[in-house]
């Protein structure tokens, strides 16, 4: 025997006869704290600010990434 039942119901409704809370006013705030960290950050995608902040961090880092990516494609060569 198979039985089909069909209930028409809203989610809120769903919500409150299954027992489970109400996680709106969270989803709400999440919501606006992704689109103001999303906001702080888009300036982040201008290339001029990208290099300013690359740039920031001295000859140092930029010596250390150089010899870091030689290191690796030194690695990777043939043997001689």
């Known amino acids: 025997m198979k039985m089909t039942i069909e209930v028409d119901c809203t989610p809120e409704e769903a919500r ?3 027992g ?3 996680v709106s ?5 999440l919501v606006q704290e992704m689109g103001k960290r999303i906001d702080a950050n888009v300036a ?3 290339p001029e600010e990208f290099m300013k902040n690359w740039m920031s961090f001295g000859a ?3 010596d ?3 010899k870091m990516m030689e290191a690796g494609l030194g690695g990777s060569g043939p043997k001689e």
């Not at 006013?25 to 705030?29: E, I, K, M, V």
């Open 16 to 18: 409150r006869f299954l």
């Open 20 to 22: 489970l809370p109400d």
């Open 25 to 29: 006013g969270l989803n709400d705030h």
């Open 44 to 46: 982040m995608l201008n």
């Open 60 to 62: 140092g880092a930029q």
């Open 64 to 66: 250390q990434f150089r």
